[in-house]
Structure formats: C-alpha cells, structure tokens
C-alpha cells in the first residue's frame, strides 16, 4: 500500500530553536498534503493544506508565520515551526494524497513528536 | 462547520465480545467518512471508508455503514481480538474531495484476553 515517511519521529530541543519536519511520499505523487497536530487525548486538528508548488492554506487561528509549509515537489513537504516555544510541543502528522481521481483516501506518516523544553 | 462526534472511551470489552463505536456528524453537502485506526506506537492506517449514503465499508472483520439519515457511521464488529486494541477515530471528508480531514476526538479501545 501506499507509504509516508514522516522524519524525524522525535524531537527535543529548546526553546527559540527552528524545527523542520520532513514528510514524503515513497511509492506515489502526492499532489496534496496535509499537517495535522494532536493533542494528548484530542483529536487530530487540521493545520493546513499544501499543494505542490503553490502556497499552503492555513486553518483559522494557526499562525502561517510560525508554522513555515514548503511543498517544492510531488514527494515532498516539509513543516518549519520557527523559534519554537513550550506550547508548540505536541505530536505532529502529515498526511500525504494522490491527485486523480479526487477524493483519494489520506496516507499518513507516523508523525513527529515535538517537545520543547 | 464540519464536525464529528464520537463516543469517548476507553471502551474494553473481553475477547471475542461484539463491538459498536458510535460516531455522528455534522456536514454540508455529501462527505465522505473514514474511520482510522492508530496501534500503539504507530501513525493512523485506514481502517475502512463510505463515499455516499448507505455504503457499507469493512476491513479486517469491522464494518461501518454510511447512514444519510442518523448523520452516522458507526463501527462495529462481531468478535473482538487482543489485537484489536488501539485509538479508533472517525473522519469526514468535506464534498469537495480535496480537502482535509476532520476527524472525531478518538476512541481508546481495550481488549482483555
């Protein structure tokens, strides 16, 4: 079946550090992908939308200067949380769609644990 | 907006016991749903999906059926294993076909041997 490779799955660094979250497609195009955060105990929460080779959109009330997303190919899309502080800690997720035909079931990585200390 | 309810756990039944994890929803148009499931340790999988109303998914022994009607999807499946064990979350998918998930808040499962 169709893989993600989410990268790194953990993270620990401290407080004003920039982080990047590497998400990639390994047996498909992924035309669209997806960031996810989650909670302990919540659900996962949309971040925002990347389509390759265009600006991502963001959910209301995630901050697009704090939550840097880059999807510069058909396999790749990365996440950058810039100068990052406690509250940012949380587990990360991407999810990673083929184009045609619309509406093709999300494959997603195993996610990034982010703790900031 | 979207939304997704669903029973909150955790849920632990012994083995082989029947199961049924309620999940509602509020949407416009026609979503489709998803329920994923997330084993301990590791990213969410597809479990099984609807596209439109009445639709049955199942995968693995569990089924859902997409009921326009109730808003539902509920899960359930006849004989729980051990193996079983794990965060089941159910999702929609706005009509549009590009979009993001919304997913319910996940429900802990626990089976005892």
């Known amino acids: 079946g169709a893989v993600v490779s989410q990268h790194p799955s953990r993270v620990i660094c401290k407080s004003g550090t920039s982080v990047k979250i590497e998400c990639r497609s390994l047996?498909?195009?992924?035309?669209?992908m997806f960031w996810y955060r989650q909670f302990p105990k919540k659900s996962l929460m949309l971040m925002a939308t990347?389509?390759?080779?265009?600006?991502?959109?963001?959910e209301q009330g995630v901050e697009k200067d704090k939550f840097l997303i880059n999807h510069a190919s058909l396999t790749l899309s990365t996440l950058t949380v810039t100068s990052a502080h406690p509250e940012d800690s949380s587990f990360y997720i991407c999810?990673?769609?083929?184009?045609?035909?619309?509406?093709?079931?999300?494959?997603f990585g195993d996610g990034t644990r982010l703790s900031i200390l | 907006g979207d939304s997704v309810t669903q029973m909150e756990g955790p849920v632990t039944l012994s083995e082989e016991a029947f199961l049924t994890i309620n999940c509602t929803y509020t949407?416009?148009?026609?979503?489709?749903l998803f329920w994923y499931v997330q084993y301990p340790g590791e990213g969410l999988q597809l479990l099984l999906k609807a596209t439109k109303a009445d639709d049955k998914g199942s995968n693995k022994g569990f089924e859902a059926t997409y009921r326009k009607e109730t808003t539902s999807f509920h899960l359930e499946k006849g004989s729980v294993q051990v193996s079983d064990s794990a965060v089941y979350f159910c999702?929609?998918?706005?009509?549009?076909?590009?979009?993001?998930?919304?997913f319910g808040k996940g429900t802990h499962l626990i089976i005892q041997p």
């Open positions: 990347s389509n390759e080779g265009s600006k991502a959109t963001y």
């Open positions: 999810s990673a769609s083929g184009g045609t035909p619309l509406g093709q079931p999300q494959h």
């Open positions: 047996d498909f195009q992924a035309t669209t």
């Open positions: 999702a929609l998918r706005g009509g549009g076909g590009a979009d993001g998930l919304t």
């Open positions: 949407a416009t148009g026609y979503p489709s």
